[in-house]
């Protein structure tokens, strides 16, 4: 399957845009597009509490996606509302692994357009 990163990356920035929930909670300043086995794209916000409850953007995505049975993922991306792209942190990089093994082939756009593979991301997994 050939990646489109233009695609993808469009695909989250449609879904980026900080609101305020409450007082206690924003959402939407991050988001994220996972690009499934099936061709399919699934996207997710970010939801920040004052708490720490909240959950990142790359969680909501695997969510929608797992919601229609599918685990592995082709490609991922994060992005802010700023316009600019991110890493997935440790916790999101450890849960794409654990989703599905596969996944340690997954590719993982940075913000220079670099891609990466989850697996030189997790350097010391097995």
């Known amino acids: 399957m050939e990646l489109d990163i233009e695609a ?3 695909a ?15 959402a939407g300043g991050v988001a994220a597009a996972v690009l499934a086995d099936s061709g399919e794209t699934y996207t997710g916000i970010c939801i920040d509490t004052s708490c720490s409850l909240g959950f990142c953007a790359e969680h909501a995505a695997i969510a929608e996606m797992l919601k229609h049975r599918r685990t592995r993922i082709i490609a991922i991306v994060a992005v802010r ?17 654990q989703v599905d093994k596969a996944n340690m082939d997954t590719q993982v756009i940075l913000g ?6 989850l697996r030189d ?3 010391h997994r097995t």
Do not use: H, Q
């Open 81 to 97: 509302a700023n316009g600019t792209i991110k890493a997935p942190c440790g916790r999101c990089r450890e849960m794409i692994y």
């Open 112 to 117: 220079d357009r670099r891609i990466l593979r």
């Open 12 to 26: 989250a920035f449609a879904v980026a845009g900080l609101f305020t929930c409450s007082d206690d909670c924003t």
């Open 8 to 10: 993808l990356t469009a």
């Open 121 to 123: 991301l997790l350097p």
